[in-house]
């Protein structure tokens, strides 16, 4: 297949060129190629398909929130072909049987690639021997069970690649003791102050220093963790956490719940600054689907807000108020990404992968959540005008999604540990 006429972007330049795809993968990009089963593009936007590194597909016992079909749809309509599944689904993944599991169910119905992390817990690093999860997952607030300081030391040190939830557990029980029984109002934002994510990403980064092994961050959210980075460690940071703040937790109550919680206007500048100039690597989206009648209660809500519909339409339109470039975009959503997994992927260039995202920079649209393909029908970001959006998705030489239909079955989808 040809694709004539191009605009490729990537995170230096944009460039007029012709894609050659054969098989899954690019042949090569350049000016006037020649191929069959041409496709002229007459200067349309092309990134490579985007990767996102945290998404909770749920599944297991919890598909009512969420499955790999249904997650996998609301991915690929989003422009996203791979991403990265986390482990504290319900059982979490933790053991190699439960690992393998979940490639086989992800395998038998995803519409898009995919890898499995794994979750670190006391004494079951024997399983990586079997197994080859994207990451090793720490949650520092107890989300599997509290993690001591050895187990901590030892997950950086043995684990090949980690990813780190970083909220300290013992501030969050220190604060849980203080307000106990009192009448508090932001009861959440309390709980998990800030200062419970400053301690944990202090300690991370002394930590990978120490051991000179690197660390991958999820979600930071606080001007003030931008501190503490290294060249140790890599970090992501999520749409809602540079988008939204605590002002939107307390006009949309449990909706806009989320952990680590939305902060204030001066966290987001930061956040927002510190993409552009590279201190923040990777935008993920955190996609974590609840039902939207468990988010009624904002006190009893569960945590999460499910943004894989939305999050490169909510990037393009921060592209059309000239915030952000499609170069930002490229680096933070395709090219760290899949440098961070070694994949042949994120980069329109010959020998990888043929992921493509065909744009439309001018179509406007507003956030509807009936719209979504995620059975979370619910988000913050309800109601925002858009402008710009995916129109046509390519994974490994395929047309996956064109004209708001899906062309790729379940189980198209490969894992990425297998490339
Ligand atoms: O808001 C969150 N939701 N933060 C997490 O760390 C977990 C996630 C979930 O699984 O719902
Ligand atoms: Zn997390
Ligand atoms: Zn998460």
């Not at 020649?34 to 590194?53: A, C, M, S």
Request: net charge neutral; aromatic share 6%.
């Amino acid at each position: 297949m040809l694709l004539k006429n191009c605009r490729i972007v990537s995170s230096s330049k944009i460039i007029m060129a012709d894609i050659l795809i054969e098989g899954e993968k690019i042949k090569e990009v350049g000016v006037g190629l020649r191929g069959d089963e041409i496709f002229n593009l007459r200067g349309k936007l092309v990134i490579p398909g985007v990767i996102d590194l945290h998404v909770h597909m749920r599944d297991f016992s919890q598909k009512y929130k969420e499955d790999f079909t249904s997650g996998s749809k609301a991915a690929l309509a989003g422009g996203v072909t791979t991403f990265v599944d986390m482990p504290n689904s319900s059982p979490p993944v933790i053991d190699a049987k439960t690992f393998r599991r979940r490639l086989e169910e992800a395998g038998r119905k995803s519409l898009i690639d995919f890898g499995i992390n794994f979750g670190v817990v006391t004494d079951n690093s024997r399983f990586l021997k079997d197994i080859r999860p994207s990451f090793c997952k720490i949650y520092m607030d107890g989300t599997l069970g509290e993690i001591d300081d050895e187990t901590l030391r030892n997950a950086i040190r043995r684990c090949p690649k980690t990813a780190v939830h970083a909220e300290d557990i013992n501030v969050i029980k220190e604060n849980i003791e203080k307000f106990k029984g009192k009448e508090v109002s932001d009861f959440h934002l309390k709980i998990r102050g800030p200062e419970a994510e400053e301690k944990a990403i202090k300690k991370i980064a002394s930590l990978t220093a120490s051991l000179n092994k690197s660390v991958h961050i999820c979600h930071i959210s606080l001007r003030k963790s931008l501190e503490y980075l290294n060249e140790n460690v890599t970090c992501e940071v999520t749409p809602h956490h540079l988008l939204l703040t605590n002002k939107e937790l307390k006009e949309k109550g449990g909706i806009a719940k989320t952990n680590p919680p939305l902060r204030s206007q001066s966290d987001t500048n930061a956040l927002m600054g510190a993409l552009k100039n590279r201190r923040i690597d990777i935008v993920a989206s955190d996609h974590a689907p609840h039902l939207e009648d468990e988010k009624e209660d904002e006190v009893s809500a569960p945590p999460g807000i499910p943004n894989l519909d939305i999050m490169l339409k909510l990037f393009l339109t921060l592209v059309n108020k000239k915030v952000l470039t499609l170069s930002d975009i490229v680096r933070t959503m395709c090219e760290n990404p899949a440098r961070l997994l070694g994949l042949k992927k994120g980069e329109i260039k010959k020998d990888n992968y043929a992921d493509l995202v065909i744009l439309d920079l001018e179509k406007e649209s507003k956030i509807e959540v009936e719209e979504f393909y995620s059975k979370a029908k619910y988000s913050p970001f309800e109601g925002w005008r858009t402008k710009g959006c995916p129109e046509v998705v390519f994974i490994r030489g395929e047309i996956a999604f064109e004209d708001e239909d899906f062309i790729v079955k379940r189980g198209y989808g490969k894992w990425i540990g297998g490339m």
